[in-house]
């Protein structure tokens, strides 16, 4: 099993954990916090043998061969370049950086090192993201594609009382489509590819970031919609229309369900299977065979997705001028 760290104490880092054990692949040896006193807490919870409140001392440590990073927005390329010039292998969780320059030096750090710097999100390698794209010949040539993620943040309320929730800051690289929006855009990279062009238009807060937006995604026969938005809330499903049917998921992530709609008999049918509640433990899984096997090949498949992610969301800020602080 590969000895696994995490940096981070916010309930995604717990999860994160908890589909690590579960995974039966990698094996939590090692937490950080800024303090003692939560490092402490989060190790004893988790019957982890060593805590940190040192970064550095952290990334010495022989008792690690990877670490998963759940830190503000802003401080993951940081903390990410500590731990790759250590020769650890790090999955840090989305959105990976601010922009493909962090990206590309990270990528280079990593090669130098001879480890290996993964982006979590659990979305594209859950079973139903495979099926869904094994499948997708069967609606014909696809026309449109509607993929929202739109989900009303309790941080937004601390927003709206004049407090500054990282999410909601440009200091801390936050926003919706960098945020909830990383969703559906791997779902329509992963299935589509690299969009022809790209246009987006943002609800802009007074903090200089997004609370929502629409983005297109301009391909060569249809447009993909994605709607995504942290201070709204919707229940409505994903659609991807082509000439010979949709299909219809329930979510973006984890992609729960998949029903399949012909379009002449109107017929549906699920293509779905259950998945682990958990989901993040497919990314788990995918991860460590990864680094067990060296399987060079899937890795890159994964890095050129992050790449093609972050150009997308550099682009869309770019055309509405949502400057990061580590930018300015």
Not at 90 to 103: D, G, M, R, T
């Amino acid at each position: 099993m590969i000895k696994l760290g995490t940096v981070g104490t916010g309930w995604i880092t717990e999860a994160f954990i908890e589909a690590a054990k579960l995974s039966g692949k990698l094996n939590l040896t090692a937490v950080y916090s800024r303090t003692d006193e939560k490092a402490k807490e989060l190790a004893h919870k988790y019957h982890a043998a060593h805590y940190f409140s040192n970064l550095e001392e952290m990334a010495k440590s022989t008792e690690i061969e990877a670490v998963y990073i759940a830190s503000p927005n802003s401080v993951h390329f940081e903390q990410t370049i500590t731990f790759l010039k250590h020769k650890k292998h790090v999955i840090c969780e989305k959105p990976i950086f601010s922009n493909p320059a962090e990206l590309e030096i990270a990528y280079r750090t990593a090669e130098e090192n001879g480890v290996y710097l993964f982006e979590a999100i659990r979305n594209i390698h859950t079973p139903n993201f495979h099926i869904l794209k094994e499948k997708i010949g069967l609606a014909g040539n696809l026309r449109s594609a509607m993929l929202p993620y739109i989900q009303y943040s309790s941080r937004y309320d601390a927003f709206l009382r004049g407090e500054n929730p990282n999410i909601f800051t440009s200091t801390f690289s936050g926003g919706a489509l960098v945020d909830l929006g990383v969703y559906p855009l791997y779902l329509a990279i992963g299935l589509f590819g690299e969009p022809k062009s790209i246009a987006y238009t943002p609800v802009i807060l007074s903090s200089g970031v997004d609370g929502s937006g629409t983005l297109l995604l301009e391909y060569q026969d249809f447009v993909c919609t994605i709607l995504c938005s942290k201070i709204s809330h919707s229940v409505m499903p994903c659609e991807i229309h082509g000439e010979k049917g949709t299909f219809v998921l329930e979510d973006a992530a984890p992609i729960s369900e998949i029903k399949f709609i012909d379009s002449h008999t109107k017929e549906s049918e699920i293509l779905s299977v259950p998945q682990e509640e958990q989901n993040m433990v497919y990314e788990c899984i995918n991860i460590a065979e990864i680094i067990e096997t060296r399987d060079d090949s899937q890795y890159e498949k994964l890095k050129e997705m992050s790449k093609i992610v972050l150009r997308v969301t550099e682009e869309a800020r770019k055309q509405n001028n949502i400057v990061f602080g580590v930018e300015r």
